[in-house]
């Protein structure tokens, strides 16, 4: 049967339902993220428009899908990272390259499953071929939970570098978020994110396991894993 992987945001698909029906396509596999459940009620506008963007497009996925006799699968993962290109664990590597520590609020013990993106990958593919994952939603967490001061330390080991974990107050998160702003490559930073160090984000995979074989690794840095 025809197959389709998006892996775009997913909000995008929608642009692509015509060609996907033209294509003769029997299932469609989509990557969202845990983030439409992390990022709602956020204290940053920006992240609470992206919680909101995927909400409303897996819905439009799934109705569209429906109405046209399509399977579907959507995919939630949780902190990507790999191959240096992510913008989660490769953002802090850049950071601590560039200054040489790396900012934490209070004790950031919020929990975390950072999951590779061959990872992903695979279960992206498993997804497209098993039965049983039709019409289904799945979370994607990684194979390990850590504290979130723990993730930080291994990035520093990948880079290998001494940990140089500083803990600031949020006023100081604040501002200096609102000066790193003014350079692209921190332009989507937020205060919100420093608050989440303290939050466990964790997700379930087990439907997955169950459904189409997942089976992540643990956070296992390497140095191919951050930006050179």
């Known amino acids: 049967m025809g197959c389709w992987i998006?892996?775009?945001?997913?909000?995008?698909?929608?642009?692509?339902?015509?060609?996907?029906?033209?294509?003769?396509?029997?299932?469609v596999v989509a990557l969202s993220s845990t983030s439409r459940f992390t990022k709602v009620g956020s204290g940053?506008?920006?992240?609470?428009?992206?919680?909101?963007?995927?909400?409303?497009?897996?819905?439009?996925?799934?109705?569209?899908?429906?109405?046209?006799?399509?399977?579907?699968?959507?995919?939630?993962?949780?902190?990507?990272?790999?191959?240096g290109q992510d913008k989660n664990i490769s953002e802090m590597a850049r950071f601590i390259r560039r200054f040489g520590f790396f900012p934490l609020l209070s004790s950031a013990q919020g929990l975390r499953q950072p999951i590779h993106a061959e990872d992903v990958a695979a279960a992206c593919v498993a997804a497209l071929q098993a039965p049983g994952a039709a019409n289904r939603a799945y979370n994607l967490s990684g194979g390990e939970t850590l504290a979130y001061r723990e993730m930080v330390g291994r990035v520093f080991a990948a880079l290998g570098r001494p940990a140089r974990l500083v803990t600031v107050p949020l006023w100081a998160f604040r501002l200096a978020v609102a000066m790193l702003r003014r350079l692209p490559r921190y332009r989507h930073w937020s205060a919100a994110m420093a608050e989440r160090m303290n939050r466990d984000l964790v997700f379930d995979h087990a439907d997955a396991a169950r459904d189409f074989g997942f089976k992540p690794r643990g956070f296992a840095l390497t140095a191919k894993d951050v930006p050179r």
């Open 6 to 27: 998006c892996v775009a945001p997913i909000w995008v698909l929608p642009e692509y339902f015509s060609l996907i029906e033209a294509s003769g396509a029997r299932r």
């Open 44 to 83: 940053d506008t920006a992240e609470n428009a992206i919680a909101a963007k995927l909400i409303d497009a897996e819905a439009r996925v799934q109705a569209w899908a429906e109405r046209r006799g399509i399977e579907w699968v959507v995919l939630r993962p949780t902190l990507i990272y790999g191959q």
